[in-house]
């Protein structure tokens, strides 16, 4: 209860009869609205973001509901495939067995961080960033990659469904989920300043291979976070 009267108070979801005794009474299209709430909470969508995307103009309940199922999909495969791997990281910790290069494809697919690294020490090499992100992730176990590998796929849907329901990248919505992403880098990899931040913005659409990373999220992601992260710092 005390939550729809949360809605009410911040006008996400407004009773259509209040009784005289002041009891909330709800019609069809009320619990509609407040199933689309849940969904979008449960995507990691916060509740003005939310409020902004179900009162946009023209806002497509049918197909918002297609994309909410299409990305939950892709969600439930992804945390399956995490779950046999966080069961096997489970036993290889019982036995004291380190990450192989196999079990590394396992977290992170066709993207294999080591592939990488001989190129991010050349271009980064005498870096701060670079040599604390060296120092930190040494000590990473699987289970550590599996959680960084969920945080980032929280965070693609989330950009990717303020995509999909028309949200401006230069919109306070985008930027709320710009400063999750910045605030993932910085905890597990490096201090992340708004520079280097605008810097890796332009790298996603700049490197085939990072856009292509967020192209198999959603078509336009790439960019539509390179021009999210850009907007935050202007």
């Given at each position: 209860?005390?939550?729809?009267?949360?809605?009410?108070?911040?006008?996400?979801l407004t009773p259509n009869v209040?009784?005289?005794n002041g009891y909330r009474q709800y019609g069809r299209a009320q619990i509609a609205r407040l199933q689309e709430v849940l969904f979008f909470k449960e995507l990691g969508f916060p509740l003005d973001a939310v409020k902004t995307i179900v009162e946009t103009p023209g806002y497509d309940r049918r197909a918002a509901l297609e994309q909410h199922r299409a990305l939950l999909e892709r969600r439930t495969e992804r945390m399956l495939a995490m779950l046999d791997a966080v069961d096997r990281a489970i036993t290889a910790e019982t036995k004291g067995?380190?990450?192989t290069n196999?079990?590394?494809?396992?977290?992170?697919?066709?993207?294999?961080?080591?592939?990488?690294?001989?190129e991010a020490e050349q271009r980064w090499g005498d870096s701060d960033a670079y040599r604390q992100s060296t120092r930190?992730?040494?000590?990473?176990?699987?289970?550590?990659?599996?959680?960084?590998?969920?945080?980032?796929?929280e965070i693609n849907a989330a950009f990717a469904e303020l995509m999909a329901g028309g949200t401006q990248a230069d919109s306070g919505e985008a930027a709320a989920i710009v400063d999750r992403h910045r605030a993932h880098i910085t905890k597990w990899f490096y201090d992340c300043s708004p520079e280097i931040h605008t810097g890796l913005g332009r790298m996603y659409v700049d490197d085939g291979r990072f856009t292509e990373h967020f192209e198999a999220d959603a078509e336009g992601l790439a960019r539509y976070v390179s021009e999210a992260i850009a907007a935050r710092y202007r």
């Open positions: 209860m005390r939550t729809l009267h949360h809605y009410d108070a911040i006008g996400l209040r009784s005289a067995v380190g990450m196999e079990e590394m494809l396992d977290v992170f697919g066709d993207f294999d961080p080591a592939e990488h690294a001989a930190r992730t040494a000590s990473y176990s699987k289970a550590d990659w599996l959680d960084i590998k969920r945080e980032a796929t």
